[in-house]
T-cell receptor, first 120, second 108 residues
């Protein structure tokens, strides 16, 4: 069974940093691309960042470029999102989601999300 | 950036009725790279349709997707109680991947 479990969310002050993690299991992690998608409270979905199965391709939304960094650890079957210079508008539930390499960047499995709140 | 506009914002229907959800793109989506997701309150989104018309694993055949270019549709042939939720379309034809604002299907 595919499982994606996010962790690392919490309350942080504007300008602060946070590192989100996503533990993957139930599939061959190195064969799949991975993504972060967020959802502000009461709002719709917003794609944040993607990383290909081999880490050769990395993409970011303009709204987070230069502040958020996606990475993955194949030995730990984990995906990460390093979040720096956080702003109030980064407040959201952050979902980790899987994509099949070669099939396109749609998201076939999602974690339950972790809430990031940026507030003073 | 491709902007996706979903309509209507809210669809009020009764169980057993047919639901037609629209997703219009600001420019043509290459290779019909459009997906549809269902989200219920407090839950993560769930993939229903990819490639505009392919059903994801375990999705019942009352759900169908269609369209090409800039106009895409999700149809639910006969609404079941568990189908009342918010539905989002997403394009993955060109970066940045973008979502529509969602259509809420509510019980009339």
């Amino acid at each position: 069974e595919v499982q994606l479990v996010e962790s690392g969310g919490g309350l942080v002050k504007p300008g602060g940093s946070l590192r989100l993690s996503c533990a993957a299991s139930g599939f061959t992690f190195s064969s799949y691309s991975m993504n972060w998608v967020r959802q502000a409270p009461g709002k719709g979905l917003e794609w944040v960042s993607s990383i290909s199965h081999s880490s050769s391709y990395i993409y970011y939304a303009d709204s987070v470029k230069g502040r958020l960094t996606i990475s993955r650890d194949y030995a730990k079957n984990s995906l990460y999102l390093q979040m720096n210079s956080l702003r109030a508008e980064d407040t959201a539930v952050y979902y980790c989601a899987r994509s099949s390499w070669g099939s396109g960047w749609f998201f076939d499995y999602w974690g339950q999300g972790t809430l990031v709140t940026v507030s003073s | 950036e491709i902007v996706l506009t979903q309509s209507p914002g809210t669809l009020s229907l009764s169980p057993g009725e047919r639901a037609t959800l629209s997703c219009r793109a600001s420019q043509s989506v290459s290779t019909s790279y459009v997906a549809w997701y269902q989200q219920k309150p407090g839950q993560a989104p769930r993939l229903f349709i990819y490639g505009a018309s392919s059903r994801a694993t375990g999705i019942p055949d009352r759900f169908s997707g269609s369209g090409s270019g800039t106009d895409f549709t999700l149809t639910i042939s006969r609404l079941e109680p568990e189908d009342f939720a918010v539905y989002y379309c997403q394009q993955y034809g060109s970066s940045p991947w973008t979502f529509g604002q969602g259509t809420k299907v509510e019980i009339k």
